[in-house]
């Protein structure tokens, strides 16, 4: 179960290593590259998210929203991909109620997955 309270902080890591190599087939390289791209490309894609709740922008959140879902899913962050599939739902059905707070969720622990998948890719650089 997620804890929907905005600004918790995640109760461990987000990445499980030996998790993420075995969706890649063990390859390290290939798994660095992927947390490079989505480290670059996270932070406009939780702004898009940011803007359509400020906007009230019901199919742009949908949209934002689904475009970080699986990708976080791949990573592991379950609480953020769970974020994300429940923004996406709200863009769907143009109920926005509590867009805001779960969007904070979402933020927090894609912020946390981006500190670790950084780590993540020095550790294996050395």
Same mark, same amino acid.
């Given at each position: 179960?997620?804890?929907?309270?905005?600004?918790?902080?995640?109760?461990?890591?987000?990445?499980?290593?030996?998790?993420?190599?075995?969706?890649?087939?063990?390859?390290?390289?290939?798994?660095? &590259?992927?947390?490079?791209?989505?480290?670059?490309?996270?932070?406009?894609?939780?702004?898009?998210?940011?803007?359509?709740?400020?906007?009230?922008?019901?199919?742009?959140?949908?949209?934002?929203?689904?475009?970080?879902?699986?990708?976080?899913?791949?990573?592991?962050?379950?609480?953020?991909?769970?974020?994300?599939?429940?923004?996406?739902?709200?863009?769907?059905?143009?109920?926005?109620?509590?867009?805001?707070?779960?969007?904070?969720?979402?933020?927090?622990?894609?912020?946390?997955?981006?500190?670790?998948?950084? &780590?993540?890719?020095?550790?294996?650089?050395?």
């Amino acid at each position: 179960m997620v804890d929907w309270q905005a600004g918790s902080a995640p109760p461990g890591p987000v990445v499980d290593r030996s998790l993420l190599l075995a969706r890649v087939g063990g390859d390290e390289a290939l798994l660095v &590259e992927l947390s490079r791209l989505f480290v670059q490309e996270c932070p406009d894609r939780l702004h898009a998210v940011r803007q359509a709740v400020e906007e009230h922008d019901p199919a742009g959140l949908k949209r934002a929203a689904h475009q970080l879902c699986g990708t976080l899913a791949l990573f592991g962050a379950e609480a953020a991909a769970e974020a994300a599939r429940r923004l996406e739902r709200m863009g769907r059905n143009g109920a926005l109620d509590s867009a805001r707070e779960v969007c904070a969720v979402l933020h927090s622990e894609t912020q946390q997955l981006l500190v670790e998948l950084s &780590e993540l890719s020095q550790k294996i650089c050395l």
